[in-house]
């Protein structure tokens, strides 16, 4: 099973090198820094590739920076889905700068661990944001308390249309 993953993988990184595909799921396939770097170094001169999903990959913090300095200033990719990634609050920063900087208009950041700080930073992206009109922030242990930075950083966003805080703990200040 391991070589068929590791062929699979190859030629993924090849058919973006190649600029031949439009879409690269890797969802549930578990990756090491080495194959998310490839896969980065790829992205960073594909023009073709549309659409990125590697959710359940636990590509963690690590990964997902090489991933967001490939996407920057990316103007092809419209949707990056990196549910249960192992990702931090450690990372937004890197993935604030990732979707204000591109093209983005889809992101599901589902099952990640966010804290009240990195919400705040989050929101504040989303004020100058003009790109995003979907956002998945399920199943990030976001409390009551991230209520007011979201509706703060979208109260000025009008291209936000779908927003997904599903499996949170938000209480009745979600409601």
Same mark, same amino acid.
């Given at each position: 099973p391991s070589m068929a993953r590791e062929n699979l993988w190859n030629k993924v990184v090849k058919?973006?090198?190649?600029?031949?595909?439009?879409t690269v799921d890797m969802n549930g396939i578990l990756v090491d %820094?080495?194959? +998310?770097?490839?896969? &980065? *170094? &790829?992205? %960073?001169?594909?023009?073709t590739v549309l659409s990125v999903d590697l959710?359940?990959?636990?590509?963690g913090d690590d990964g997902f920076l090489l991933i967001a300095n490939a996407l920057?200033? %990316?103007?092809?990719?419209? #949707?990056?889905?990196? =549910?249960?990634? *192992?990702?931090?609050a450690a990372s937004i920063a890197s993935l604030t700068k990732c979707f204000t900087m591109s093209s983005l208009n889809t992101l599901s950041f589902a099952s990640n661990q966010l804290s009240y700080e990195s919400v705040q930073t989050f929101a504040d992206?989303?004020?100058?944001?003009?790109?995003?009109?979907?956002?998945n922030?399920?199943?990030?242990?976001?409390?009551s308390q991230?209520? &007011?930075?979201? +509706?703060?950083?979208?109260?000025?966003?009008?291209?936000?249309?779908?927003? *997904?805080? #599903?499996?949170?703990?938000?209480? =009745?200040a979600g409601a």
């Open positions: 058919g973006i090198r190649l600029n031949t595909l439009r %820094k080495t194959k +998310v770097k490839l896969l &980065a *170094d &790829a992205l %960073k001169n594909n023009t959710s359940n990959t636990k590509i920057e200033n %990316k103007n092809t990719i419209l #949707s990056l889905s990196i =549910d249960s990634c *192992d990702i931090t992206s989303l004020k100058t944001n003009n790109t995003l009109m979907t956002l922030l399920s199943g990030c242990k976001l409390g991230c209520i &007011a930075p979201l +509706v703060k950083g979208l109260i000025n966003n009008n291209k936000i249309t779908t927003l *997904d805080l #599903s499996r949170n703990e938000l209480g =009745d």
